[in-house]
């Protein structure tokens, strides 16, 4: 009596999860988001806490885009890096959506550090415990609006125009009619030679 082979079936989840890619340049593609992202959401909230009455400065947004590119440029750019391989590495799991709730959570406590870090320079700092509270909200409201567009960028390849079926297009616009288009009868067969009348002789 023979022993029957069982083939064992093919193991899920962490295994397949490990052959899986990871997304290539997260860092330079979450730096990038930083410069571009991350340090003028630091700017709008210090202007908009300012607006509210949570600082007490008259400075306008280029003002404030000025000072958060002074002081918290540098520790954005490196933050927002660091959260892009954090999203790469959770789109493992869970796909972009994944990517994108994990930066957006990483980047609401940067966001607001980054916000307290911004407003110091332009004075008129709150006085009380919930002021700060306020402040620093603001800066995580917009800390994770740009860490859901970093987990956006970072969590997965972003697809071709190709892809979208953007470029190029299905059918080329031809400012003339086609050939076949004028006389469909008038075309010879693929099958058939194409003869040429011999021109008349001179007389």
């Known amino acids: 009596m023979t022993e029957a082979t069982v083939t064992p079936e093919p193991r899920s989840g962490r295994d397949d999860r490990r052959k899986s890619r990871v997304p290539g340049h997260a860092f330079w593609k979450g730096a990038a988001a930083g410069l571009l992202v991350v340090i003028p959401a630091a700017a709008i909230a210090v202007y908009a806490a300012a607006l509210v009455g949570i600082l007490d400065h008259d400075d306008g947004l280029i003002d ?21 391989r954090l999203a790469a590495a959770a789109s493992m799991d869970g796909g972009r ?6 930066a957006a959570r990483a980047m609401a406590a940067a966001g607001a550090a980054l916000t307290l870090i911004a407003a110091i320079p332009h004075g008129g700092l709150p006085m009380t415990a919930p002021g700060w509270l306020a402040l620093a ?11 859901a ?18 470029w190029p297009p299905t059918e080329w616009p031809l400012p003339w009619p086609r050939d076949d288009d004028d006389d469909d009868g008038d075309q010879p067969a693929a099958d058939q030679p194409v003869t040429r009348d011999d021109p008349e002789p001179r007389p």
Do not use: D, K, W, Y
């Open 149 to 166: 567009l970093i987990g956006l960028v970072c969590g997965g390849e972003m697809p071709t125009l190709q892809e979208l079926g953007v």
């Open 137 to 147: 909200a603001t800066g995580a409201l917009t800390g994770a609006a740009a860490g």
């Open 64 to 84: 404030c885009l000025r000072m958060a590119v002074v002081f918290s440029g540098l520790a954005a750019v490196l933050t927002a890096g660091g959260v892009g």
């Open 97 to 102: 959506r994944r990517a994108m709730i994990a």
